[in-house]
């Protein structure tokens, strides 16, 4: 009997999302935004509230189980739209992956001084 074989991971998937927080919080920092826009950004996306992040964070929770665990995907996320690591976020199958690229392209645009109301995908 033959077996598909498994389609291997990226390994950002096993990454905790402690490790790639302070890369978020950077990027947006040095545009002149801030840690709390970057947490509010997350909690948008994914529902966790804030001490739900901070927890999340401090059990260093790897990538997938971050956002497999997240209390309520906002159903607006499928508006987010664009290209980010030169992939269309819109275009991205494996659905992990494309989570993590719709939470890429947040960071991106309040980096490139959009404002909240926009990202967030309420105006």
């Known amino acids: 009997m033959a077996t598909k074989p498994q389609q291997s991971k990226h ?3 096993k990454f905790s999302f402690a490790s ?3 890369h978020y919080v950077t990027k947006a920092e040095k545009k002149g935004r801030t840690q709390a826009e970057v947490d509010e950004l997350i909690r948008w ?3 966790y509230t804030q001490r739900q ?3 999340q964070l401090r059990k260093e929770t790897d990538f997938e189980t ?3 665990e ?3 995907m906002n159903p607006n996320r499928n508006l987010i739209t664009g290209v980010v690591c030169g992939v269309r976020v819109e ?3 494996e659905p992990t992956m494309r989570e993590i690229r719709y939470l890429d392209k947040l960071v991106d645009e309040l980096a490139r001084g959009k404002a909240m109301e926009k990202i967030l995908r309420s105006a």
């Open 66 to 68: 971050f956002l497999s």
């Open 45 to 47: 996306l994914t529902g």
């Open 91 to 93: 275009d991205v199958e």
């Open 20 to 22: 790639v927080y302070p």
């Open 53 to 55: 992040l901070q927890s």
């Open 70 to 72: 997240a209390p309520e």
């Open 11 to 13: 390994p950002i998937y």
